[in-house]
T-cell receptor, first 112, second 111 residues
Framework: DTEVTQTPKHLVMGMTNKKSLKCEQH?????MYWYKQKAKKPPELMFV???????INESVPSRFSPECPNSSLLNLHLHALQPEDSALYLC???????????FGPGTRLTVT | GQQVMQIPQYQHVQEGEDFTTYCNSS?????IQWYKQRPGGHPVFLIQ?????EVKKQKRLTFQFGEAKKNSSLHITATQTTDVGTYFC???????????FGDGTTLTVKP
């Protein structure tokens, strides 16, 4: 199984809402990532987890809160987002650092 | 710094023509990865290059890593409509796990 799954596929939320994005992989990968991708732009790294511990936070605003409940799951909790946070949110995993990353299909988020 | 510059930004070709995208860094790369993202899709890993001067082939795709490990290229021979998409190179920074993607080259193929 070389699949990374993400739910939901689409999400529309207001600026006062609280929602969560979910990501799951069963490849035994020890590194998991959250990226944000705007239209016609490359993926932009947000967070990296290694062995279930947060290892990189790319100065992401606190309205984005990551969580890694176990080695297979990665969540991104959203609260009080702004319209400019509308984007495709991609989860990825890799066996370890310096290895290829497997991306999920992404969650297309719209903040109204 | 840790960025990779990718050119061209866009490439329009007639089906059957060749295509090349280039990735350049001002600093030595530990490795370089290439990904393809179809319109409306997500990035899909193509290849990783590690060794100086490395050349790898996947059917019509040829990947090269420069001798100085500061540049890389992806060449597609005889493009097909299925090659349409955006091709990204990505580097891992000195901070392990921190991947930086180039801006990508978007390929369109006219049948």
């Amino acid at each position: 199984d070389t699949e990374v799954t993400q739910t939901p596929k689409h999400l529309v939320m207001g600026m006062t809402n609280k929602k969560s994005l979910k990501c799951e992989q069963h490849m035994g990968h020890r590194a998991m990532y959250w990226y944000k991708q705007k239209a016609k732009k490359p993926p932009e790294l947000m967070f990296v987890y290694s062995y279930e511990k947060l290892s990189i936070n790319e100065s992401v605003p606190s309205r984005f809160s990551p969580e890694c409940p176990n080695s297979s799951l990665l969540n991104l909790h959203l609260h009080a987002l702004q319209p400019e946070d509308s984007a495709l949110y991609l989860c990825a995993s890799s066996r370890d650092f310096l290895n290829e990353q497997y991306f999920g299909p992404g969650t297309r988020l719209t903040v109204t | 710094g840790q960025q990779v510059m990718q050119i061209p930004q866009y490439q329009h070709v007639q089906e059957g023509e060749d295509f090349t995208t280039y990735c350049n860094s001002s600093t030595t790369l530990s490795n370089i990865q290439w990904y393809k993202q179809r319109p409306g899709g997500h990035p899909v890993f193509l290849i990783q290059l590690v060794k100086s001067g490395e050349v790898k082939k996947q059917k019509r795709l040829t990947f090269q890593f420069g001798e100085a490990k500061k540049n890389s290229s992806l060449h597609i021979t005889a493009t097909q409509t299925t090659d349409v998409g955006t091709y990204f190179c990505a580097r891992e920074g000195t901070n392990a796990g921190k991947s930086t993607f180039g801006d990508g080259t978007t390929l369109t193929v006219k049948p």
